[in-house]
């Protein structure tokens, strides 16, 4: 791991990049091609992303399921972005739901 870049750094380095691509030319930008394209082919690609990482992780091929969740944060964000849902929304519904174990939330959920 690079040290000295904290990894959501990163992550909104790639946020910026892909607001700043989308509108680009279809011809030279991916991010600008998949807008074009609409939310139902960028949701698809996450779909696919996803499924490549689970079939990496199934093979134990850590090589392949780092590269795969590269593609799936990718087109998550590129997702995000369309909807216009920041990076930000996710680490404060994140933040919200530190320190709240899964089995007690669902426990919680179950007398609802
Ligand atoms: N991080 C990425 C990134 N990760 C993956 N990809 C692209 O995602 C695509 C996924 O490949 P696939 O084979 O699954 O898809 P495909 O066959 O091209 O598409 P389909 O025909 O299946 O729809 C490839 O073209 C990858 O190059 C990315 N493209 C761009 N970025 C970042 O986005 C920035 C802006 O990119 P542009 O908009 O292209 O300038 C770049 O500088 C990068 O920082």
């Given at each position: 791991m690079n040290d000295t870049v904290h990894p959501l750094a990163t992550l909104a380095r790639l946020?910026?990049?892909?607001?700043?691509?989308?509108?680009?030319?279809?011809s030279s930008s991916y991010v600008a091609k998949l807008n074009?394209?609409?939310?139902?082919?960028?949701?698809?690609?996450?779909?696919?992303?996803?499924v490549e990482a689970v079939i990496a992780a199934m093979a134990d091929d850590r090589a392949g399921l780092i590269g795969e969740s590269a593609d799936l944060l990718f087109h998550l964000l590129v997702l995000l972005n369309a909807k216009g849902i920041a990076l930000s929304d996710i680490t404060d519904e994140l933040d919200r739901r530190e320190g709240v174990s899964g089995i007690v939330e669902?426990?919680?959920?179950?007398?609802?």
């Open positions: 946020e910026a990049t892909i607001a700043q691509r989308a509108a680009a030319d279809p074009a394209r609409g939310v139902p082919k960028i949701a698809q690609k996450v779909g696919e992303e996803a669902k426990a919680s959920r179950k007398e609802d």
